[in-house]
């Protein structure tokens, strides 16, 4: 069984850049997370999406972050302008059900 | 006070020896638990997941969870160099709407061979 895909693996951008980051979840897993782990800290929630529709998206910073699974597959998170204390490693997790989540191994953001 | 507090370490201890993990938490509410192991430069994967109080075996991995203290353990038995890794608790609750995890910061643990 395939894992979770993620791209890129690492991106460095200057601040107020725009980046975009992809994944691709394990097939038949109707959820789909995105999370924040900044160095020295557990995950964070950004996002959850069951299918194509948002459950939980508290914790996104929607000024500057956006999100969308489109046709309940593959998702993108999208970050503009992008701050210092955006540098962080994203994760992509996916779930058919809420027990285990599958992470993909990530994409390293730096931003000068 | 954070929700879940974990001592970050680092934690080194040679090869073969008992390692204790744990995590606190202030959220009563939480009712799954679990014990993601993540490597250098990889995603957390699920190393043990339990409901409630109680003991989980797996191997040469046992989890603890006392919830009237609502602490929680990792305990690694004849530890071994592959070991080397940071190991994240992670807690939920169980109603809808209560599904999201909520991790603690990791503890880095290296096995000397």
């Known amino acids: 069984e395939a894992g979770v895909a993620q791209s890129p693996r690492y991106k460095i951008i200057e601040k107020r850049q725009s980046v975009a980051f992809w994944c691709n979840p394990i097939s038949g897993h109707a959820t789909l997370y995105w999370y924040q782990q900044i160095l020295g800290q557990g995950p964070k929630l950004l996002i959850q999406?069951?299918?194509?529709?948002?459950?939980?998206d508290s914790q996104l910073p929607k000024d500057r972050f956006s999100a969308e699974r489109l046709k309940g597959v593959d998702s993108t998170l999208k970050i503009q302008p992008a701050k210092l204390e955006d540098s962080a490693v994203y994760l992509c997790a996916s779930s058919r059900l809420a027990r285990e989540l599958f992470f993909g191994e990530g994409s390293r953001l730096t931003v000068l | 006070q954070k929700e879940v507090e974990q001592d970050p370490g680092p934690l080194s201890v040679p090869e073969g020896a008992i390692v204790s993990l744990n995590c606190t938490y202030s959220n009563s509410a939480f009712q799954y638990f679990m014990w993601y192991r993540q490597y250098s430069r990889k995603g957390p994967e699920l190393l043990m997941y339990t409901y409630s109080s109680g003991n989980k075996e797996d191997g040469r991995f046992t989890a603890q969870v006392d919830k009237s203290s609502k602490y929680i353990s990792l305990f690694i038995r004849d530890s071994q160099p592959s070991d080397s890794a940071t190991y994240l608790c992670?807690?939920?609750?169980?109603?809808?709407?209560?599904?999201?995890?909520?991790f603690g910061k990791g503890t880095k643990l290296s096995v000397i061979p």
């Open positions: 999406f069951q299918n194509n529709g948002v459950v939980d």
């Open positions: 992670a807690m939920r609750g169980s109603g809808a709407g209560s599904y999201q995890l909520t």
